[in-house]
Protein backbone atom coordinates (compact mmCIF):
# COMPACT_ATOMS: atom_id res chain seq x y z
CA UNK A 1 0.00 0.00 0.00
CA UNK A 2 0.85 3.64 -0.64
CA UNK A 3 1.36 5.77 2.10
CA UNK A 4 3.35 8.40 0.27
CA UNK A 5 1.38 11.56 0.61
CA UNK A 6 2.55 12.44 -3.19
CA UNK A 7 1.55 9.18 -4.53
CA UNK A 8 -2.29 8.89 -3.08
CA UNK A 9 -5.60 9.62 -5.61
CA UNK A 10 -6.23 13.21 -5.44
CA UNK A 11 -8.27 15.44 -7.51
CA UNK A 12 -7.17 19.37 -8.20
CA UNK A 13 -9.76 20.39 -5.35
CA UNK A 14 -7.78 18.42 -3.02
CA UNK A 15 -10.03 15.63 -1.87
CA UNK A 16 -7.95 12.37 -1.43
CA UNK A 17 -9.82 9.28 -3.04
CA UNK A 18 -9.81 6.43 -0.57
CA UNK A 19 -13.27 4.39 -1.56
CA UNK A 20 -13.51 2.93 -4.79
CA UNK A 21 -17.06 1.29 -6.01
CA UNK A 22 -16.39 -0.86 -8.38
CA UNK A 23 -19.33 -2.62 -10.72
CA UNK A 24 -19.16 -6.34 -11.46
CA UNK A 25 -22.57 -6.08 -14.04
CA UNK A 26 -24.91 -3.71 -15.62
CA UNK A 27 -27.45 -6.65 -15.42
CA UNK A 28 -30.05 -6.57 -12.95
CA UNK A 29 -33.14 -8.34 -12.66
CA UNK A 30 -35.09 -5.31 -10.59
CA UNK A 31 -36.60 -2.10 -12.68
CA UNK A 32 -36.51 0.25 -9.81
CA UNK A 33 -37.81 3.42 -11.62
CA UNK A 34 -35.49 5.66 -10.30
CA UNK A 35 -32.92 3.64 -11.73
CA UNK A 36 -33.11 1.60 -15.20
CA UNK A 37 -34.92 2.04 -18.08
CA UNK A 38 -37.92 0.52 -19.02
CA UNK A 39 -35.97 -1.85 -21.91
CA UNK A 40 -32.69 -2.08 -20.67
CA UNK A 41 -29.84 -2.73 -23.38
CA UNK A 42 -27.25 -4.89 -21.39
CA UNK A 43 -24.16 -4.51 -22.37
CA UNK A 44 -22.38 -7.53 -24.55
CA UNK A 45 -20.41 -9.82 -22.36
CA UNK A 46 -16.61 -8.88 -24.04
CA UNK A 47 -17.46 -5.44 -23.33
CA UNK A 48 -17.50 -6.44 -19.11
CA UNK A 49 -14.86 -6.26 -17.32
CA UNK A 50 -13.41 -10.04 -17.32
CA UNK A 51 -12.22 -11.55 -13.21
CA UNK A 52 -9.01 -11.31 -13.72
CA UNK A 53 -9.83 -7.14 -15.59
CA UNK A 54 -11.11 -6.60 -11.84
CA UNK A 55 -8.90 -8.12 -10.04
CA UNK A 56 -5.80 -5.74 -11.85
CA UNK A 57 -7.83 -3.00 -11.26
CA UNK A 58 -8.37 -3.42 -7.67
CA UNK A 59 -4.68 -4.32 -7.15
CA UNK A 60 -2.98 -1.02 -8.37
CA UNK A 61 -5.92 1.01 -6.57
CA UNK A 62 -5.00 -0.61 -3.43
CA UNK A 63 -1.49 -0.82 -3.97
CA UNK A 64 -0.46 2.16 -5.92
CA UNK A 65 -3.29 4.80 -5.30
CA UNK A 66 -4.16 4.29 -1.73
CA UNK A 67 -7.66 2.96 -1.93
CA UNK A 68 -8.62 1.54 1.58
CA UNK A 69 -12.40 0.53 0.35
CA UNK A 70 -14.09 -1.50 -2.23
CA UNK A 71 -17.53 -1.54 -2.69
CA UNK A 72 -18.90 -4.21 -5.10
CA UNK A 73 -22.09 -2.81 -7.27
CA UNK A 74 -24.33 -3.03 -10.40
CA UNK A 75 -26.52 -3.47 -11.53
CA UNK A 76 -27.21 -6.08 -9.21
CA UNK A 77 -23.69 -7.96 -8.36
CA UNK A 78 -25.07 -11.16 -7.30
CA UNK A 79 -26.28 -12.00 -11.02
CA UNK A 80 -22.23 -12.24 -11.21
CA UNK A 81 -21.83 -15.88 -11.51
CA UNK A 82 -18.29 -15.77 -10.62
CA UNK A 83 -19.34 -13.12 -7.94
CA UNK A 84 -17.77 -15.38 -4.92
CA UNK A 85 -14.45 -15.83 -6.48
CA UNK A 86 -13.95 -12.23 -7.48
CA UNK A 87 -15.07 -11.94 -3.33
CA UNK A 88 -12.24 -14.32 -2.30
CA UNK A 89 -9.36 -12.83 -4.99
CA UNK A 90 -10.23 -9.29 -3.63
CA UNK A 91 -10.51 -10.12 -0.26
CA UNK A 92 -6.84 -11.07 -0.27
CA UNK A 93 -5.81 -7.18 -0.77
CA UNK A 94 -6.78 -7.19 2.71
CA UNK A 95 -2.96 -8.35 3.62
CA UNK A 96 -1.80 -5.33 0.75
CA UNK A 97 -3.96 -2.37 2.44
CA UNK A 98 -7.59 -3.23 1.62
CA UNK A 99 -9.46 -2.01 4.72
CA UNK A 100 -12.61 -2.59 4.06
CA UNK A 101 -14.38 -5.11 1.14
CA UNK A 102 -18.38 -3.88 0.95
CA UNK A 103 -20.82 -4.76 -1.36
CA UNK A 104 -24.60 -2.74 -2.29
CA UNK A 105 -27.25 -5.60 -3.62
CA UNK A 106 -31.18 -5.84 -3.76
CA UNK A 107 -30.91 -9.09 -1.47
CA UNK A 108 -32.94 -11.11 -4.09
CA UNK A 109 -30.23 -13.88 -4.20
CA UNK A 110 -28.58 -12.94 -1.07
CA UNK A 111 -30.26 -16.49 0.59
CA UNK A 112 -28.06 -18.15 -1.51
CA UNK A 113 -24.94 -16.50 -1.40
CA UNK A 114 -24.74 -15.03 2.38
CA UNK A 115 -22.91 -17.57 3.62
CA UNK A 116 -20.36 -17.76 0.59
CA UNK A 117 -19.70 -14.44 0.53
CA UNK A 118 -18.77 -14.10 4.30
CA UNK A 119 -17.00 -16.76 3.82
CA UNK A 120 -15.06 -15.46 1.29
CA UNK A 121 -14.32 -12.31 3.57
CA UNK A 122 -16.99 -9.96 2.52
CA UNK A 123 -17.03 -7.45 5.59
CA UNK A 124 -20.66 -5.88 4.78
CA UNK A 125 -23.61 -5.46 2.91
CA UNK A 126 -25.72 -2.57 1.53
CA UNK A 127 -29.49 -4.02 1.09
CA UNK A 128 -31.44 -0.91 -1.29
CA UNK A 129 -35.36 -1.66 -0.30
CA UNK A 130 -37.45 0.97 -1.07
CA UNK A 131 -40.80 0.01 0.86
CA UNK A 132 -41.73 -2.39 3.03
CA UNK A 133 -45.07 -2.76 1.88
CA UNK A 134 -44.84 -5.72 -0.65
CA UNK A 135 -47.54 -4.52 -3.09
CA UNK A 136 -45.89 -1.07 -2.74
CA UNK A 137 -42.23 -2.72 -3.34
CA UNK A 138 -43.83 -4.72 -6.39
CA UNK A 139 -44.83 -1.58 -7.93
CA UNK A 140 -41.38 0.29 -7.33
CA UNK A 141 -39.63 -2.42 -8.58
CA UNK A 142 -41.11 -4.90 -10.52
CA UNK A 143 -40.02 -8.00 -8.27
CA UNK A 144 -41.16 -9.38 -5.01
CA UNK A 145 -40.38 -8.43 -1.41
CA UNK A 146 -40.33 -12.28 0.18
CA UNK A 147 -36.61 -13.07 -1.24
CA UNK A 148 -35.43 -9.86 -0.39
CA UNK A 149 -36.51 -10.18 3.03
CA UNK A 150 -35.07 -13.81 3.25
CA UNK A 151 -31.58 -12.11 1.90
CA UNK A 152 -31.63 -9.99 4.96
CA UNK A 153 -32.11 -12.60 7.07
CA UNK A 154 -29.65 -14.80 5.76
CA UNK A 155 -27.05 -11.90 6.10
CA UNK A 156 -28.15 -11.66 9.84
CA UNK A 157 -27.86 -15.29 10.67
CA UNK A 158 -24.44 -15.58 9.39
CA UNK A 159 -23.00 -12.51 11.30
CA UNK A 160 -23.04 -10.66 7.48
CA UNK A 161 -23.24 -6.92 8.72
CA UNK A 162 -26.30 -5.11 6.79
CA UNK A 163 -27.58 -1.57 6.44
CA UNK A 164 -30.75 -0.90 4.22
CA UNK A 165 -31.21 2.20 2.12
CA UNK A 166 -34.08 3.55 1.06
CA UNK A 167 -34.57 6.02 -1.63
CA UNK A 168 -37.61 8.13 -1.53
CA UNK A 169 -39.31 9.79 -3.62
CA UNK A 170 -42.75 11.73 -3.43
CA UNK A 171 -45.99 10.50 -4.35
CA UNK A 172 -44.16 7.37 -4.16
CA UNK A 173 -43.16 5.95 -1.22
CA UNK A 174 -42.26 8.92 1.57
CA UNK A 175 -45.27 7.11 3.06
CA UNK A 176 -43.10 4.16 3.82
CA UNK A 177 -40.93 6.14 6.03
CA UNK A 178 -42.27 5.53 9.67
CA UNK A 179 -43.25 1.80 9.02
CA UNK A 180 -39.74 1.18 7.22
CA UNK A 181 -38.12 2.67 10.39
CA UNK A 182 -40.10 0.70 13.19
CA UNK A 183 -39.68 -2.12 10.86
CA UNK A 184 -35.85 -1.52 10.70
CA UNK A 185 -35.83 -1.51 14.48
CA UNK A 186 -37.44 -4.61 14.99
CA UNK A 187 -35.01 -6.46 12.61
CA UNK A 188 -32.30 -4.40 14.96
CA UNK A 189 -31.13 -2.75 11.20
CA UNK A 190 -29.33 0.40 10.81
CA UNK A 191 -31.67 1.98 7.87
CA UNK A 192 -30.93 5.10 5.89
CA UNK A 193 -32.97 7.28 3.85
CA UNK A 194 -31.50 8.66 0.43
CA UNK A 195 -32.40 11.98 -1.70
CA UNK A 196 -33.59 10.95 -4.80
CA UNK A 197 -31.09 12.24 -7.54
CA UNK A 198 -31.31 13.05 -11.10
CA UNK A 199 -30.27 10.54 -12.37
CA UNK A 200 -32.95 8.39 -13.48
CA UNK A 201 -33.00 7.30 -16.74
CA UNK A 202 -36.90 8.18 -17.01
CA UNK A 203 -36.17 11.58 -16.89
CA UNK A 204 -38.95 11.88 -14.13
CA UNK A 205 -36.60 13.37 -11.74
CA UNK A 206 -37.52 17.26 -10.11
CA UNK A 207 -36.81 18.71 -7.29
CA UNK A 208 -40.20 18.44 -5.94
CA UNK A 209 -40.09 14.84 -6.03
CA UNK A 210 -37.31 14.81 -3.61
CA UNK A 211 -38.07 14.10 0.37
CA UNK A 212 -35.62 16.39 2.00
CA UNK A 213 -33.94 15.32 4.90
CA UNK A 214 -36.33 17.94 7.25
CA UNK A 215 -39.23 16.51 5.55
CA UNK A 216 -38.06 13.30 6.52
CA UNK A 217 -37.14 14.07 10.09
CA UNK A 218 -40.65 15.82 10.32
CA UNK A 219 -42.35 12.73 9.29
CA UNK A 220 -40.26 10.64 11.86
CA UNK A 221 -41.22 13.34 14.78
CA UNK A 222 -44.76 12.34 14.18
CA UNK A 223 -43.57 9.04 16.44
CA UNK A 224 -40.85 9.63 18.03
CA UNK A 225 -38.04 12.08 19.57
CA UNK A 226 -35.07 12.29 17.65
CA UNK A 227 -31.34 13.29 18.05
CA UNK A 228 -28.57 14.29 15.90
CA UNK A 229 -25.56 11.73 16.62
CA UNK A 230 -22.06 13.67 15.52
CA UNK A 231 -20.85 13.52 12.08
CA UNK A 232 -18.68 10.92 11.16
CA UNK A 233 -16.53 10.37 8.08
CA UNK A 234 -19.74 8.76 5.83
CA UNK A 235 -21.81 11.10 4.29
CA UNK A 236 -25.29 9.69 6.08
CA UNK A 237 -26.30 12.09 8.87
CA UNK A 238 -27.15 9.92 11.58
CA UNK A 239 -29.67 10.27 14.15
CA UNK A 240 -31.00 8.60 17.16
CA UNK A 241 -34.48 7.73 18.47
CA UNK A 242 -35.02 8.64 21.85
CA UNK A 243 -37.48 6.59 23.77
CA UNK A 244 -39.94 4.19 23.41
CA UNK A 245 -39.46 0.94 22.25
CA UNK A 246 -37.59 1.81 19.34
CA UNK A 247 -35.84 4.13 21.73
CA UNK A 248 -31.66 3.70 20.59
CA UNK A 249 -32.33 2.72 16.93
CA UNK A 250 -29.74 4.46 14.74
CA UNK A 251 -30.96 5.82 11.36
CA UNK A 252 -29.57 7.42 8.66
CA UNK A 253 -29.94 10.24 6.04
CA UNK A 254 -28.07 10.87 3.16
CA UNK A 255 -28.91 14.86 1.51
CA UNK A 256 -27.08 14.45 -1.35
CA UNK A 257 -29.76 17.11 -2.98
CA UNK A 258 -30.71 18.94 0.25
CA UNK A 259 -26.77 19.17 1.62
CA UNK A 260 -24.47 18.20 -1.21
CA UNK A 261 -21.62 16.61 0.58
CA UNK A 262 -19.39 17.38 -2.17
CA UNK A 263 -16.46 18.64 -0.46
CA UNK A 264 -15.49 15.86 0.88
CA UNK A 265 -15.83 13.46 -1.33
CA UNK A 266 -13.45 10.35 -1.59
CA UNK A 267 -14.86 8.06 -3.47
CA UNK A 268 -14.57 7.03 -7.57
CA UNK A 269 -16.46 4.50 -9.24
CA UNK A 270 -15.17 2.20 -12.06
CA UNK A 271 -17.82 0.81 -14.58
CA UNK A 272 -18.65 -2.89 -14.99
CA UNK A 273 -17.07 -2.07 -18.38
CA UNK A 274 -13.86 -0.53 -17.07
CA UNK A 275 -14.48 3.20 -17.28
CA UNK A 276 -13.14 5.49 -14.41
CA UNK A 277 -15.77 8.06 -13.45
CA UNK A 278 -14.70 10.55 -11.17
CA UNK A 279 -17.92 11.72 -10.21
CA UNK A 280 -21.84 10.67 -10.35
CA UNK A 281 -22.65 13.12 -12.39
CA UNK A 282 -19.76 13.01 -14.52
CA UNK A 283 -19.92 13.53 -18.48
CA UNK A 284 -17.36 11.20 -19.49
CA UNK A 285 -15.03 9.00 -18.50
CA UNK A 286 -11.35 6.98 -19.19
CA UNK A 287 -11.78 3.57 -20.45
CA UNK A 288 -9.63 1.52 -19.02
CA UNK A 289 -10.75 -1.97 -21.03
CA UNK A 290 -8.97 -0.81 -24.35
CA UNK A 291 -5.80 -0.46 -22.01
CA UNK A 292 -6.19 -3.86 -20.58
CA UNK A 293 -6.51 -5.54 -23.28
CA UNK A 294 -3.98 -3.48 -25.70
CA UNK A 295 -1.59 -4.97 -22.60
CA UNK A 296 -0.63 -1.71 -20.66
CA UNK A 297 1.80 -1.66 -18.24
CA UNK A 298 0.97 -0.72 -14.42
CA UNK A 299 2.35 2.57 -14.83
CA UNK A 300 0.00 3.32 -18.20
CA UNK A 301 -3.25 2.22 -16.01
CA UNK A 302 -2.62 4.20 -12.75
CA UNK A 303 -1.01 7.50 -14.99
CA UNK A 304 -5.19 6.95 -16.70
CA UNK A 305 -6.83 6.46 -13.47
CA UNK A 306 -4.74 9.38 -12.02
CA UNK A 307 -5.62 11.97 -14.60
CA UNK A 308 -9.40 11.23 -14.96
CA UNK A 309 -9.37 11.27 -11.08
CA UNK A 310 -7.20 15.22 -10.82
CA UNK A 311 -9.48 16.35 -13.60
CA UNK A 312 -12.59 15.79 -11.41
CA UNK A 313 -14.78 18.97 -10.94
CA UNK A 314 -16.44 19.89 -7.57
CA UNK A 315 -19.04 17.83 -8.24
CA UNK A 316 -23.60 18.35 -8.05
CA UNK A 317 -22.86 21.43 -5.76
CA UNK A 318 -21.63 23.30 -8.88
CA UNK A 319 -24.52 22.20 -11.35
CA UNK A 320 -27.30 20.91 -9.33
CA UNK A 321 -30.65 19.77 -11.26
CA UNK A 322 -31.15 16.55 -13.75
CA UNK A 323 -27.95 15.88 -15.83
CA UNK A 324 -27.99 14.56 -18.63
CA UNK A 325 -25.22 11.75 -18.56
CA UNK A 326 -24.38 9.00 -21.72
CA UNK A 327 -24.38 6.52 -18.94
CA UNK A 328 -27.51 5.27 -16.67
CA UNK A 329 -27.52 4.63 -12.75
CA UNK A 330 -27.37 0.58 -13.33
CA UNK A 331 -24.64 1.17 -15.61
CA UNK A 332 -22.55 3.74 -13.12
CA UNK A 333 -23.33 1.84 -10.20
CA UNK A 334 -24.83 3.58 -7.70
N1 LIG B 1 -28.55 -3.36 -7.51
C1 LIG B 1 -27.89 -2.95 -6.33
C2 LIG B 1 -28.81 -2.21 -5.40
O1 LIG B 1 -29.86 -1.76 -5.84
O2 LIG B 1 -28.47 -2.09 -4.23
C3 LIG B 1 -26.64 -2.11 -6.59
C4 LIG B 1 -26.67 -1.10 -7.70
S1 LIG B 1 -27.77 0.27 -7.48
C5 LIG B 1 -27.48 1.23 -8.94
C6 LIG B 1 -26.90 1.18 -6.23
C7 LIG B 1 -27.69 2.20 -5.48
O3 LIG B 1 -28.06 3.27 -6.32
C8 LIG B 1 -28.99 1.67 -4.86
O4 LIG B 1 -28.94 1.87 -3.45
C9 LIG B 1 -30.04 2.53 -5.48
O5 LIG B 1 -31.09 2.79 -4.58
C10 LIG B 1 -29.27 3.80 -5.82
N2 LIG B 1 -29.91 4.60 -6.86
C11 LIG B 1 -30.17 4.27 -8.14
N3 LIG B 1 -30.78 5.29 -8.79
C12 LIG B 1 -30.91 6.30 -7.89
C13 LIG B 1 -31.42 7.63 -7.94
N4 LIG B 1 -31.95 8.15 -9.08
N5 LIG B 1 -31.37 8.39 -6.83
C14 LIG B 1 -30.83 7.89 -5.68
N6 LIG B 1 -30.30 6.67 -5.57
C15 LIG B 1 -30.35 5.87 -6.66
FE1 LIG C 1 -31.38 -2.98 -10.07
FE2 LIG C 1 -30.23 -1.75 -8.05
FE3 LIG C 1 -31.00 -0.35 -10.18
FE4 LIG C 1 -32.85 -1.38 -8.60
S1 LIG C 1 -31.34 0.19 -8.02
S2 LIG C 1 -32.83 -1.50 -10.84
S3 LIG C 1 -31.90 -3.22 -7.91
S4 LIG C 1 -29.43 -1.88 -10.16
FE1 LIG D 1 -18.85 13.11 -4.94
FE2 LIG D 1 -19.86 13.87 -7.27
FE3 LIG D 1 -21.45 12.81 -5.39
FE4 LIG D 1 -20.44 15.28 -5.07
S1 LIG D 1 -21.89 14.64 -6.64
S2 LIG D 1 -20.50 13.65 -3.51
S3 LIG D 1 -18.40 15.03 -6.01
S4 LIG D 1 -19.79 11.77 -6.49
Given at each position: MTTDPQRLLQDQHGRVKRKMRLSLTDRCQFRCQYCMPETPKWLPRDAILRQEEILRIATLAVTQLGITHIRLTGGEPLLRKDVVEITTELAKLKSQGLQKLSMTSNAARLGEFAAPLKAAGLDDVNISLDAIDAELFKTLTKAPLQPVLEGIAAAKKVGLPVKVNAVLMKGQNQDQILPMLNWAAAENVELRFIEFMPLDSGHVWDESLVVTETEILNAVSEQHSVQVLPKGHEPATRYQLKN????GQVFGVIPTISHAFCGSCDRIRITAKGTVFACLFSQTGTELLPLLREGADDETLTKAIRGDIWNKHRGYIDHPGYVERPITMHAMGG
Open positions: GPSG
